[in-house]
């Protein structure tokens, strides 16, 4: 079964900063996809930016960036000038591409509270 | 586009008590997800639909919880009898294709407080 963690509970960054939030994961499979989800107060799910392991250049969305290593299981989401309204819970996440039937949700970590300091 | 759709967004019951949740998926979304996310930790994946099939139903349990998605459109999830570990918010999510790169997209949610 594939595992994320995110050892990191809380960060906290002044506004404008740049901030990185760490993720690793286990798996066995070679073909996967991996994803950085922001969840505000709302409770609502917002996809920040994804991965597709096949891919050896890093994503980037705008302030938000990747550092995907595939060798090492780990895939950490760089934040630059921060702003007061990226505070909010951000979970690092896991969907395998598998061959045969089965589910295909998502495996999440447990998250990071991120606070931006004014 | 309208998103999904959650209904209630917050509930309260007591134990032993039971209760449903309601959710409707992007319009033309396929596949659907519930996924519970217990204070403090990641959602954590309960079942999948794929049009009104199940695909998986593995974390579920089935001895209280039960699901379905009536013409392969609107779902609701069902907790009887509710137990106070069942506290929780319960995210509902769908996407458009089931395999394949498709994103999900989540509703807001509903939080479920047992006494």
């Known amino acids: 079964a594939q595992t994320v963690t995110q050892s990191q509970p809380e960060m906290s960054v002044q506004e404008a900063e740049t901030v990185t939030l760490s993720c690793t994961y286990d798996t066995s499979e070679s073909d996967y996809y991996l994803f950085w989800y922001k969840q505000p107060p709302s409770r609502q799910m917002i996809l920040v930016i994804r991965q597709e392991a096949y891919k050896q250049q890093n994503a980037t969305e705008n302030r938000f960036s990747v550092n995907f290593q595939k060798a090492a299981k780990s895939f950490s989401l760089k934040i630059s000038d921060s702003q007061l309204g990226d505070a909010a819970m951000y979970f690092c996440a896991y969907r395998g591409l598998y061959s045969g039937g089965g589910a295909d949700g998502l495996t999440f970590g447990k998250g990071t509270h991120l606070i931006i300091q004014p | 586009e309208a998103g999904v759709a959650q209904s209630p967004r917050y509930k309260i019951i007591e134990k032993r008590q039971s209760v449903a949740f309601w959710c409707n998926p992007i319009?033309?979304?396929?596949?659907l997800y519930w996924y519970q996310q217990i204070l403090g930790q990641g959602p954590k994946l309960l079942i999948q639909f794929q049009n009104n099939g199940v695909v998986d139903d593995s974390q579920l349990p089935k001895d209280r919880f039960s699901a379905e998605r009536l013409k392969g459109v609107d779902s609701t999830l069902k907790i009887q009898p509710a137990k106070l570990e069942d506290s929780a918010v319960y995210l509902c999510?769908?996407?458009?294709?089931?395999?394949?790169?498709?994103?999900?997209?989540f509703g807001q949610g509903t939080r479920l407080t047992v006494v």
């Open positions: 999510a769908s996407s458009l294709r089931y395999r394949g790169y498709t994103e999900a997209f």
């Open positions: 319009s033309g979304h396929a596949t």
